[in-house]
C-alpha cells in the first residue's frame, strides 16, 4: 500500500515489538485513542526501559518524488504518541489484560468500553472531554475479544449514476 501511494496520509507508523502473548498480540490490546488528542496504553510498555515496550519506526511521503521514505526509527511508544499531541493515560496490567485498552471510539468523545477501571481513569483525565458508556462484552473477552475487536469500519462510495 505504501509503494503503491494508497494510504492517503503523509506519515505511517509501524509499531514494533518482540512479544508474543495472546492477550498482547494487537495493538488495540496495548494503545487506543479515545479522543482526537488522547489515547490510553498500558502502563507497562510505557518507557525505553520497559521489558515489554513497543518501538515506532516512522515513514514519511517524500514531497517531490511521491514515495514513502524511512524519517525515524527506534523510538520508544509513549514518547511518539507524546510527540504527536496525545495525552496519554496509563491503565494497569490488569486493567489491560481485562480488555482496557480494546475500547469502542464511536467518534464526537463518545467512548464503548467494557473495563470499569479504564472507564474511571478516562473519565478522571482533565484531558477527555467525551462520554462513555460501559458494555457488557464478557461472551466477546471469553473468546479474547473486544469491542473494537469485534468492530468494522466500512466506507462505500455511490457508484456513478445510483444518486
Do not use: W
Amino acid at each position: 500500500l505504501m509503494c503503491q501511494g494508497l494510504l492517503g496520509t503523509s506519515r505511517v507508523a509501524l509499531v514494533e515489538d518482540e512479544e508474543l502473548g495472546l492477550q498482547r498480540m494487537h495493538l488495540d490490546c496495548v494503545l487506543n485513542i479515545v479522543q482526537h488528542d488522547v489515547a490510553v496504553m498500558a502502563e507497562d510498555i510505557m518507557s525505553a526501559c520497559a521489558p515489554l515496550k513497543r518501538t515506532v519506526t516512522e515513514f514519511a511521503l517524500h514531497p517531490t518524488l511521491g514515495e514513502y521514505q524511512l524519517s525515524r526509527e527506534g523510538v520508544e511508544l509513549s514518547d511518539y504518541m507524546r510527540e504527536n499531541g496525545f495525552h496519554v493515560i496509563p491503565l494497569s496490567k490488569l486493567d489491560q489484560l481485562g480488555y482496557g485498552c480494546n475500547v469502542l471510539n464511536l467518534g464526537g468523545g463518545d467512548i464503548l468500553a467494557s473495563n470499569e477501571g479504564t472507564c474511571r481513569k478516562i473519565l478522571d483525565s482533565p484531558a477527555f472531554k467525551g462520554k462513555i458508556e460501559m458494555v457488557d462484552v464478557r461472551s466477546m473477552t471469553a473468546m479474547y475479544g473486544g469491542l473494537h475487536s469485534s468492530s468494522q469500519v466500512v466506507q462505500r462510495l455511490a457508484s456513478v449514476g445510483t444518486m
